[in-house]
């Protein structure tokens, strides 16, 4: 009974949305077993959210499962690009990672780095929160006392600056 004390409402969140997350997942995911695990995780999280806070939980309970796969297609992406290279393989034959295109690739992050510093410190804080540390941008909201609309203003301004910054160097 201690976890109910601690997270008011997450036995009923669970038995309500349980059975939708489940098929939530199921269609958008490769094998149905990752469900499972992905509807824990959904659950994980709400265990440490104040549930009773929350105005909207239904709306709240499928952003956070949006974001848990939008966490896994990440992961898998990372995955897919950390792998090891088959034996002979030469990255720089490959995939053109020769020193001058390493150096302009260093040069784009500098003017992004620049680019992201022209920015209001507000502007700079959600996009970093949200393209840095994976944070939703809801939580992003909540955490700033920002509506959701104007966080995807600053997440939009920032977006325009960088793409029209990194092209203007082009």
């Known amino acids: ?18 059975v939708p997350l489940l098929r939530f997942f199921q269609r958008r995911v490769e094998h149905f077993e990752d469900a499972d695990d992905l509807v824990q995780d959904v659950f994980s999280r709400l265990a440490a959210q104040d549930l009773a806070a929350i105005a909207n939980v239904q709306g709240y309970v499928f952003q956070v499962a949006a974001n848990v796969l939008r966490d896994k297609a990440r ?12 034996e002979g393989f030469d990255i720089e034959d490959e995939a053109g990672f020769s020193p001058e295109r390493i150096l302009q690739s260093r040069e784009a992050l500098q003017i992004m780095i620049a680019a992201l510093y022209e920015l209001p410190e507000i502007v700079r804080v959600v996009f970093s929160q949200y393209h840095f540390d994976g944070v939703a941008q809801v939580e992003i909201a909540r955490r700033t006392g920002l509506s959701l609309s104007t966080v995807e203003k600053h997440m939009a301004r920032a977006n325009g600056h960088l793409l029209h910054r990194l092209r203007k160097a082009r």
């Open 1 to 18: 009974m201690p976890d109910a004390a601690r997270h008011p409402g997450l036995d009923e969140v669970v038995a309500q949305y349980r």
């Open 75 to 86: 992961r898998a992406n990372v995955r897919s690009i950390m792998s090891p290279a088959p």
